[in-house]
Protein backbone atom coordinates (compact mmCIF):
# COMPACT_ATOMS: atom_id res chain seq x y z
CA UNK A 1 0.00 0.00 0.00
CA UNK A 2 2.87 2.20 0.54
CA UNK A 3 3.51 2.99 -3.10
CA UNK A 4 -0.29 3.84 -3.76
CA UNK A 5 -0.41 5.74 -0.53
CA UNK A 6 2.99 8.22 -1.14
CA UNK A 7 2.09 10.45 -3.96
CA UNK A 8 -1.78 11.25 -2.82
CA UNK A 9 -0.61 11.42 0.86
CA UNK A 10 2.46 13.83 0.06
CA UNK A 11 -0.06 15.59 -2.15
CA UNK A 12 -1.99 16.12 0.61
CA UNK A 13 0.49 17.27 3.25
CA UNK A 14 1.60 20.15 0.42
CA UNK A 15 -1.80 21.19 0.41
CA UNK A 16 -3.12 21.12 3.99
CA UNK A 17 0.42 23.54 4.16
CA UNK A 18 -0.42 25.78 1.95
CA UNK A 19 -3.74 26.23 2.78
CA UNK A 20 -2.99 26.13 6.49
CA UNK A 21 -0.42 29.43 5.67
CA UNK A 22 -3.29 31.48 3.78
CA UNK A 23 -3.91 33.21 6.92
CA UNK A 24 -0.22 34.62 7.59
CA UNK A 25 0.30 35.29 3.92
CA UNK A 26 -3.05 37.28 3.53
CA UNK A 27 -4.71 40.42 5.23
CA UNK A 28 -7.28 38.97 7.71
CA UNK A 29 -10.40 39.88 7.35
CA UNK A 30 -13.62 39.80 8.71
CA UNK A 31 -15.14 37.85 6.15
CA UNK A 32 -13.00 35.47 6.37
CA UNK A 33 -14.07 34.52 9.98
CA UNK A 34 -17.38 34.01 8.36
CA UNK A 35 -16.55 31.91 5.93
CA UNK A 36 -14.05 29.92 8.02
CA UNK A 37 -17.25 29.64 10.70
CA UNK A 38 -19.46 28.59 7.96
CA UNK A 39 -16.73 25.61 6.75
CA UNK A 40 -16.77 24.00 10.08
CA UNK A 41 -20.41 24.31 10.57
CA UNK A 42 -20.51 22.26 7.64
CA UNK A 43 -18.12 19.56 8.66
CA UNK A 44 -19.92 19.59 11.88
CA UNK A 45 -23.22 19.07 9.66
CA UNK A 46 -22.24 15.92 7.78
CA UNK A 47 -20.42 14.25 11.05
CA UNK A 48 -24.01 14.85 13.12
CA UNK A 49 -25.44 13.48 9.94
CA UNK A 50 -23.31 10.63 9.61
CA UNK A 51 -23.65 9.48 13.24
CA UNK A 52 -27.80 9.43 13.10
CA UNK A 53 -27.71 8.02 9.60
CA UNK A 54 -29.90 4.87 8.75
CA UNK A 55 -28.64 3.83 5.59
CA UNK A 56 -25.13 2.00 4.55
CA UNK A 57 -24.30 4.31 1.67
CA UNK A 58 -21.84 6.72 3.38
CA UNK A 59 -19.22 3.74 3.48
CA UNK A 60 -18.25 4.31 0.19
CA UNK A 61 -18.59 7.68 -2.11
CA UNK A 62 -19.89 7.71 -5.79
CA UNK A 63 -17.36 7.24 -8.30
CA UNK A 64 -18.78 10.40 -10.14
CA UNK A 65 -18.82 12.68 -7.34
CA UNK A 66 -15.82 15.24 -7.62
CA UNK A 67 -12.78 14.82 -4.95
CA UNK A 68 -14.11 17.73 -2.57
CA UNK A 69 -17.33 16.40 -2.91
CA UNK A 70 -16.22 12.48 -2.38
CA UNK A 71 -13.89 13.67 0.54
CA UNK A 72 -16.60 15.41 2.32
CA UNK A 73 -19.02 12.55 2.83
CA UNK A 74 -16.36 10.15 3.83
CA UNK A 75 -14.77 12.31 6.18
CA UNK A 76 -18.13 12.92 7.47
CA UNK A 77 -19.03 9.40 7.56
CA UNK A 78 -15.79 8.45 9.00
CA UNK A 79 -15.79 10.79 12.23
CA UNK A 80 -18.95 10.58 12.56
CA UNK A 81 -19.75 7.15 12.28
CA UNK A 82 -17.06 4.36 11.92
CA UNK A 83 -14.66 6.13 14.95
CA UNK A 84 -17.67 6.57 17.63
CA UNK A 85 -18.70 3.30 16.88
CA UNK A 86 -15.70 1.40 16.29
CA UNK A 87 -14.08 3.16 19.60
CA UNK A 88 -17.09 4.41 21.66
CA UNK A 89 -18.97 1.39 21.81
CA UNK A 90 -22.14 2.86 20.75
CA UNK A 91 -23.50 -0.15 19.40
CA UNK A 92 -25.85 -1.61 20.88
CA UNK A 93 -25.61 -4.84 18.98
CA UNK A 94 -22.35 -7.32 19.98
CA UNK A 95 -19.29 -7.21 17.39
CA UNK A 96 -19.41 -10.47 15.15
CA UNK A 97 -16.24 -12.36 14.13
CA UNK A 98 -15.02 -14.91 13.06
CA UNK A 99 -11.93 -17.38 12.48
CA UNK A 100 -10.30 -17.92 8.75
CA UNK A 101 -11.20 -21.32 8.04
CA UNK A 102 -8.56 -23.92 7.38
CA UNK A 103 -7.46 -25.83 4.32
CA UNK A 104 -8.50 -29.02 4.20
CA UNK A 105 -8.57 -30.49 0.16
CA UNK A 106 -8.72 -29.20 -2.74
CA UNK A 107 -10.87 -27.69 -3.96
CA UNK A 108 -14.10 -29.80 -3.99
CA UNK A 109 -15.80 -27.91 -6.84
CA UNK A 110 -13.74 -26.71 -9.83
CA UNK A 111 -16.13 -24.60 -11.49
CA UNK A 112 -18.42 -22.24 -9.54
CA UNK A 113 -20.95 -20.38 -10.83
CA UNK A 114 -22.96 -18.23 -8.38
CA UNK A 115 -26.03 -16.55 -9.87
CA UNK A 116 -26.83 -13.65 -7.64
CA UNK A 117 -30.38 -12.23 -8.13
CA UNK A 118 -31.80 -9.10 -7.79
CA UNK A 119 -35.14 -8.36 -5.89
CA UNK A 120 -36.61 -11.81 -6.23
CA UNK A 121 -38.89 -13.03 -3.87
CA UNK A 122 -40.66 -16.54 -3.63
CA UNK A 123 -44.21 -15.15 -3.66
CA UNK A 124 -44.32 -14.74 -7.42
CA UNK A 125 -42.48 -17.77 -8.26
CA UNK A 126 -44.33 -20.65 -9.59
CA UNK A 127 -41.78 -23.13 -8.43
CA UNK A 128 -43.47 -22.27 -5.26
CA UNK A 129 -46.80 -22.49 -5.61
CA UNK A 130 -47.66 -19.09 -7.45
CA UNK A 131 -50.79 -19.24 -9.30
CA UNK A 132 -49.01 -18.07 -12.60
CA UNK A 133 -46.21 -20.38 -14.48
CA UNK A 134 -43.57 -17.66 -13.68
CA UNK A 135 -40.26 -20.59 -13.48
CA UNK A 136 -41.09 -23.26 -15.92
CA UNK A 137 -37.58 -24.29 -16.20
CA UNK A 138 -37.39 -24.55 -12.00
CA UNK A 139 -40.69 -26.23 -11.96
CA UNK A 140 -39.31 -28.83 -14.88
CA UNK A 141 -36.74 -29.39 -13.05
CA UNK A 142 -37.88 -29.98 -9.21
CA UNK A 143 -40.66 -32.26 -11.01
CA UNK A 144 -37.52 -34.22 -12.98
CA UNK A 145 -34.23 -34.29 -11.17
CA UNK A 146 -34.88 -34.78 -7.73
CA UNK A 147 -31.19 -34.49 -6.35
CA UNK A 148 -31.83 -30.24 -7.54
CA UNK A 149 -32.38 -28.53 -4.89
CA UNK A 150 -35.09 -25.62 -5.05
CA UNK A 151 -35.96 -24.05 -1.75
CA UNK A 152 -37.49 -20.76 -0.10
CA UNK A 153 -34.16 -18.91 1.39
CA UNK A 154 -33.87 -16.60 4.15
CA UNK A 155 -32.14 -13.02 3.08
CA UNK A 156 -28.99 -11.88 5.39
CA UNK A 157 -30.09 -8.68 4.82
CA UNK A 158 -33.06 -6.36 3.61
CA UNK A 159 -30.85 -4.06 1.16
CA UNK A 160 -28.25 -4.83 -1.22
CA UNK A 161 -25.75 -2.45 0.29
CA UNK A 162 -25.84 -4.84 3.56
CA UNK A 163 -27.37 -7.82 2.34
CA UNK A 164 -24.20 -8.67 -0.48
CA UNK A 165 -21.53 -7.74 1.86
CA UNK A 166 -23.06 -10.18 4.26
CA UNK A 167 -23.46 -12.91 1.94
CA UNK A 168 -19.87 -12.29 0.64
CA UNK A 169 -18.23 -12.74 3.77
CA UNK A 170 -20.04 -15.61 5.27
CA UNK A 171 -21.50 -12.94 8.15
CA UNK A 172 -23.92 -15.08 10.26
CA UNK A 173 -25.05 -12.38 12.95
CA UNK A 174 -25.42 -8.42 12.32
CA UNK A 175 -22.87 -5.87 12.94
CA UNK A 176 -20.16 -7.62 11.26
CA UNK A 177 -18.46 -4.59 9.81
CA UNK A 178 -14.92 -5.45 11.70
CA UNK A 179 -14.93 -9.08 10.40
CA UNK A 180 -15.75 -7.67 6.63
CA UNK A 181 -12.55 -5.22 7.00
CA UNK A 182 -10.71 -8.12 8.27
CA UNK A 183 -11.84 -10.23 4.92
CA UNK A 184 -10.43 -13.90 6.84
CA UNK A 185 -14.19 -15.08 5.36
CA UNK A 186 -14.75 -13.41 2.05
CA UNK A 187 -15.69 -15.91 -0.52
CA UNK A 188 -12.94 -14.27 -3.11
CA UNK A 189 -10.39 -14.02 -0.76
CA UNK A 190 -10.95 -17.76 0.15
CA UNK A 191 -11.11 -18.94 -3.30
CA UNK A 192 -7.75 -16.70 -4.16
CA UNK A 193 -6.06 -19.21 -1.51
CA UNK A 194 -6.80 -22.07 -2.79
CA UNK A 195 -5.61 -20.78 -6.48
CA UNK A 196 -9.57 -19.55 -7.87
CA UNK A 197 -9.68 -17.36 -10.87
CA UNK A 198 -12.08 -15.33 -9.41
CA UNK A 199 -14.09 -13.29 -11.77
CA UNK A 200 -17.27 -10.88 -11.23
CA UNK A 201 -20.05 -9.99 -13.71
CA UNK A 202 -22.58 -7.44 -13.09
CA UNK A 203 -25.59 -6.16 -15.14
CA UNK A 204 -25.87 -3.25 -13.03
CA UNK A 205 -24.64 0.13 -13.26
CA UNK A 206 -21.17 0.53 -11.95
CA UNK A 207 -22.12 3.96 -10.20
CA UNK A 208 -25.24 2.07 -8.31
CA UNK A 209 -21.86 -0.53 -6.45
CA UNK A 210 -19.74 1.62 -4.40
CA UNK A 211 -20.01 -0.83 -2.04
CA UNK A 212 -17.47 -3.85 -3.89
CA UNK A 213 -14.55 -2.77 -1.51
CA UNK A 214 -16.99 -4.51 1.05
CA UNK A 215 -17.56 -7.42 -1.39
CA UNK A 216 -14.09 -8.22 -1.98
CA UNK A 217 -12.70 -6.22 -4.71
CA UNK A 218 -9.43 -6.63 -3.86
CA UNK A 219 -9.53 -9.96 -4.52
CA UNK A 220 -11.32 -10.22 -7.80
CA UNK A 221 -9.04 -11.22 -11.11
CA UNK A 222 -11.81 -9.84 -13.51
CA UNK A 223 -14.59 -7.47 -12.89
CA UNK A 224 -16.98 -6.39 -15.00
CA UNK A 225 -19.63 -3.50 -15.35
CA UNK A 226 -21.84 -2.68 -18.62
CA UNK A 227 -19.19 0.63 -19.02
CA UNK A 228 -16.91 -2.78 -20.34
CA UNK A 229 -19.95 -2.50 -22.70
CA UNK A 230 -19.91 0.70 -23.86
CA UNK A 231 -22.97 1.90 -21.24
CA UNK A 232 -22.78 4.97 -18.95
CA UNK A 233 -21.72 4.56 -15.54
CA UNK A 234 -25.09 4.92 -14.51
CA UNK A 235 -26.74 2.56 -16.99
CA UNK A 236 -27.53 -1.43 -16.39
CA UNK A 237 -27.44 -3.88 -19.20
CA UNK A 238 -29.57 -6.41 -19.97
CA UNK A 239 -28.87 -10.28 -18.05
CA UNK A 240 -28.60 -11.92 -20.95
CA UNK A 241 -25.15 -10.56 -21.33
CA UNK A 242 -24.10 -12.40 -18.52
CA UNK A 243 -24.37 -15.77 -20.41
CA UNK A 244 -21.91 -14.34 -23.14
CA UNK A 245 -19.51 -13.04 -20.43
CA UNK A 246 -19.69 -16.83 -18.53
CA UNK A 247 -19.00 -18.48 -22.29
CA UNK A 248 -15.78 -16.45 -22.28
CA UNK A 249 -15.01 -18.73 -19.24
CA UNK A 250 -12.40 -21.39 -20.10
CA UNK A 251 -14.17 -23.88 -17.67
CA UNK A 252 -11.18 -26.50 -18.82
CA UNK A 253 -8.67 -24.87 -17.39
CA UNK A 254 -6.51 -26.61 -15.06
CA UNK A 255 -7.42 -23.63 -12.49
CA UNK A 256 -10.50 -23.66 -11.00
CA UNK A 257 -13.09 -21.04 -11.46
CA UNK A 258 -15.03 -18.61 -9.02
CA UNK A 259 -17.91 -17.11 -11.55
CA UNK A 260 -20.36 -14.25 -9.84
CA UNK A 261 -22.93 -13.29 -12.35
CA UNK A 262 -25.10 -10.69 -10.75
CA UNK A 263 -28.19 -9.90 -12.28
CA UNK A 264 -30.04 -6.67 -12.41
CA UNK A 265 -33.10 -8.98 -12.32
CA UNK A 266 -36.43 -7.81 -10.97
CA UNK A 267 -34.56 -4.22 -9.80
CA UNK A 268 -37.72 -1.15 -9.99
CA UNK A 269 -38.73 -0.10 -12.30
CA UNK A 270 -39.56 -3.70 -12.41
CA UNK A 271 -39.34 -4.44 -16.89
CA UNK A 272 -36.77 -1.59 -18.16
CA UNK A 273 -34.30 -4.24 -19.51
CA UNK A 274 -37.10 -6.48 -21.18
CA UNK A 275 -38.00 -6.78 -24.73
CA UNK A 276 -41.54 -6.93 -25.85
CA UNK A 277 -41.02 -10.67 -26.29
CA UNK A 278 -40.27 -10.63 -23.01
CA UNK A 279 -43.85 -9.40 -21.70
CA UNK A 280 -45.54 -12.58 -21.37
CA UNK A 281 -47.77 -11.63 -18.51
CA UNK A 282 -48.85 -8.02 -20.04
CA UNK A 283 -47.48 -5.09 -18.74
CA UNK A 284 -51.09 -3.51 -17.13
CA UNK A 285 -50.34 -4.04 -13.74
CA UNK A 286 -47.41 -3.74 -11.62
CA UNK A 287 -47.56 -7.22 -10.67
CA UNK A 288 -47.86 -7.83 -14.54
CA UNK A 289 -44.24 -6.18 -14.62
CA UNK A 290 -42.73 -7.73 -12.07
CA UNK A 291 -43.63 -11.40 -12.98
CA UNK A 292 -42.32 -10.76 -16.48
CA UNK A 293 -38.36 -9.96 -14.65
CA UNK A 294 -39.15 -13.23 -12.70
CA UNK A 295 -40.12 -15.62 -15.72
CA UNK A 296 -36.88 -13.90 -17.33
CA UNK A 297 -34.50 -14.81 -14.78
CA UNK A 298 -35.95 -18.42 -15.18
CA UNK A 299 -34.86 -18.74 -18.79
CA UNK A 300 -31.52 -16.88 -17.89
CA UNK A 301 -31.05 -20.07 -15.34
CA UNK A 302 -32.23 -22.57 -18.16
CA UNK A 303 -29.75 -20.75 -20.47
CA UNK A 304 -26.89 -21.30 -17.67
CA UNK A 305 -27.62 -24.98 -16.65
CA UNK A 306 -28.21 -25.74 -20.63
CA UNK A 307 -24.73 -24.65 -21.05
CA UNK A 308 -23.33 -25.79 -18.29
CA UNK A 309 -24.69 -29.13 -18.86
CA UNK A 310 -23.45 -29.49 -22.42
CA UNK A 311 -19.89 -29.59 -21.67
CA UNK A 312 -20.48 -33.31 -20.29
CA UNK A 313 -18.48 -33.09 -17.83
CA UNK A 314 -19.44 -33.08 -13.59
CA UNK A 315 -16.86 -30.42 -12.52
CA UNK A 316 -19.23 -27.54 -11.89
CA UNK A 317 -22.10 -26.56 -9.52
CA UNK A 318 -24.55 -24.12 -10.09
CA UNK A 319 -25.55 -22.12 -7.41
CA UNK A 320 -28.10 -18.73 -7.24
CA UNK A 321 -30.28 -17.11 -4.79
CA UNK A 322 -31.40 -13.27 -4.82
CA UNK A 323 -29.71 -10.75 -2.54
CA UNK A 324 -33.01 -9.90 -0.84
CA UNK A 325 -36.74 -9.99 -1.77
CA UNK A 326 -39.57 -7.56 -2.98
CA UNK A 327 -42.70 -6.46 -1.59
CA UNK A 328 -44.92 -6.21 -4.47
CA UNK A 329 -48.65 -5.55 -4.88
CA UNK A 330 -50.88 -3.12 -7.25
CA UNK A 331 -51.21 -0.61 -4.60
CA UNK A 332 -47.54 -0.18 -3.30
CA UNK A 333 -43.85 -2.15 -4.09
CA UNK A 334 -41.13 -1.62 -1.82
CA UNK A 335 -38.27 -3.63 0.08
CA UNK A 336 -36.00 -2.26 3.44
CA UNK A 337 -39.09 -3.39 5.70
CA UNK A 338 -39.09 -6.19 8.02
CA UNK A 339 -42.23 -8.36 5.75
CA UNK A 340 -41.33 -11.72 4.82
CA UNK A 341 -41.36 -11.33 1.03
CA UNK A 342 -38.46 -8.87 1.20
CA UNK A 343 -36.34 -11.33 2.84
CA UNK A 344 -37.81 -14.78 1.95
CA UNK A 345 -36.07 -15.17 -1.95
CA UNK A 346 -35.20 -18.58 -3.96
CA UNK A 347 -32.39 -20.34 -4.01
CA UNK A 348 -30.92 -23.27 -6.22
CA UNK A 349 -28.09 -25.65 -6.15
CA UNK A 350 -27.28 -28.33 -8.44
CA UNK A 351 -24.28 -30.00 -9.43
CA UNK A 352 -23.95 -32.94 -11.85
CA UNK A 353 -21.22 -34.55 -9.75
CA UNK A 354 -22.93 -37.26 -7.77
CA UNK A 355 -21.07 -37.27 -4.30
CA UNK A 356 -21.22 -33.22 -3.71
CA UNK A 357 -24.91 -33.10 -4.58
CA UNK A 358 -25.65 -36.04 -2.56
CA UNK A 359 -23.47 -34.48 0.42
CA UNK A 360 -25.08 -31.47 -0.05
CA UNK A 361 -28.75 -32.55 -0.23
CA UNK A 362 -28.16 -35.06 3.27
CA UNK A 363 -27.51 -31.22 4.79
CA UNK A 364 -30.01 -29.13 3.62
CA UNK A 365 -33.43 -32.01 2.63
CA UNK A 366 -34.10 -31.66 6.62
CA UNK A 367 -34.52 -27.59 6.14
CA UNK A 368 -37.82 -26.42 4.78
CA UNK A 369 -36.39 -23.36 4.33
CA UNK A 370 -32.88 -22.43 4.06
CA UNK A 371 -30.57 -19.22 5.29
CA UNK A 372 -27.81 -17.24 3.22
CA UNK A 373 -25.94 -18.61 5.79
CA UNK A 374 -26.41 -21.90 4.59
CA UNK A 375 -25.01 -20.51 1.09
CA UNK A 376 -22.12 -18.64 2.05
CA UNK A 377 -20.54 -21.95 4.04
CA UNK A 378 -21.42 -24.28 1.46
CA UNK A 379 -19.51 -22.29 -1.00
CA UNK A 380 -16.44 -22.53 1.24
CA UNK A 381 -16.67 -25.95 1.72
CA UNK A 382 -16.73 -26.95 -1.29
CA UNK A 383 -13.30 -24.82 -1.84
CA UNK A 384 -11.95 -27.05 0.43
CA UNK A 385 -12.07 -25.55 3.89
CA UNK A 386 -12.70 -27.04 7.48
CA UNK A 387 -15.96 -24.97 7.42
CA UNK A 388 -19.01 -26.94 8.22
CA UNK A 389 -22.47 -25.99 6.12
CA UNK A 390 -24.57 -23.95 8.69
CA UNK A 391 -27.82 -25.74 9.86
CA UNK A 392 -31.55 -24.01 9.26
CA UNK A 393 -32.55 -24.09 12.94
CA UNK A 394 -32.06 -20.21 13.85
CA UNK A 395 -30.83 -17.44 11.11
CA UNK A 396 -30.93 -13.15 10.96
CA UNK A 397 -32.03 -10.55 9.28
CA UNK A 398 -29.99 -8.16 8.92
CA UNK A 399 -31.66 -4.02 8.26
CA UNK A 400 -30.17 -0.98 6.60
CA UNK A 401 -26.77 -0.82 8.77
CA UNK A 402 -24.42 -3.60 8.70
CA UNK A 403 -23.84 -3.37 12.27
CA UNK A 404 -27.22 -4.07 12.94
CA UNK A 405 -28.08 -0.30 14.79
CA UNK A 406 -31.31 -0.29 12.62
CA UNK A 407 -33.06 -3.11 13.42
CA UNK A 408 -32.67 -6.82 12.52
CA UNK A 409 -34.53 -10.53 13.02
CA UNK A 410 -33.84 -13.51 15.00
CA UNK A 411 -35.59 -16.20 13.10
CA UNK A 412 -35.92 -19.69 15.02
CA UNK A 413 -37.30 -22.41 12.67
CA UNK A 414 -37.78 -24.92 15.19
CA UNK A 415 -40.02 -22.99 17.34
CA UNK A 416 -41.43 -20.51 14.45
CA UNK A 417 -40.82 -17.60 16.69
CA UNK A 418 -39.40 -14.14 15.27
CA UNK A 419 -38.35 -12.26 17.35
CA UNK A 420 -37.35 -8.61 16.25
CA UNK A 421 -34.39 -6.73 17.92
CA UNK A 422 -34.87 -2.90 18.00
Known amino acids: MIGKLLVPSVWGIAESIFFASLPFILKPKKSYKLVDTFFILLLVFICVRSFHTTQQHGISPNPDYSRLKANYFTLGHFIGRVIPY ?3 GLSDTPPYSAKEPKITSAPLAKNIIFVVGESQNTNNMGVFGYDRDTTPFLSYLAKNNNQAIIKPTISGALMTAVALPTLFNAIEKPNGSLQISKGTTNLFYLAKKQGYNTQFYSAQAENQMMIMNIIGLRW ?3 MVFPTELGYKKSENMPDSYLL ?16 ILHQRGSHVPYGSLLNDEDHVFGTETIIDKYDNTIHKTDQLLQSIYDYLNSSGKDDWILVFTSDHGQNVSNETFNHGQFTTSSYTVPALVYSPNNQIQSDIKEQFDPCNTLFHQQ ?13 PISNCKIGYVNGNLL ?20
Do not use: W
Not at 375 to 386: A, E, F, H, K, N
Not at 403 to 422: A, C, R, V
Open 86 to 88: YYG
Open 220 to 222: IDR
Open 244 to 259: DYLKKVDLNSAQPNFV
Open 375 to 387: ISTLLISLMGYDL
Open 403 to 422: TGDSGYLEINQETHEIKKIK
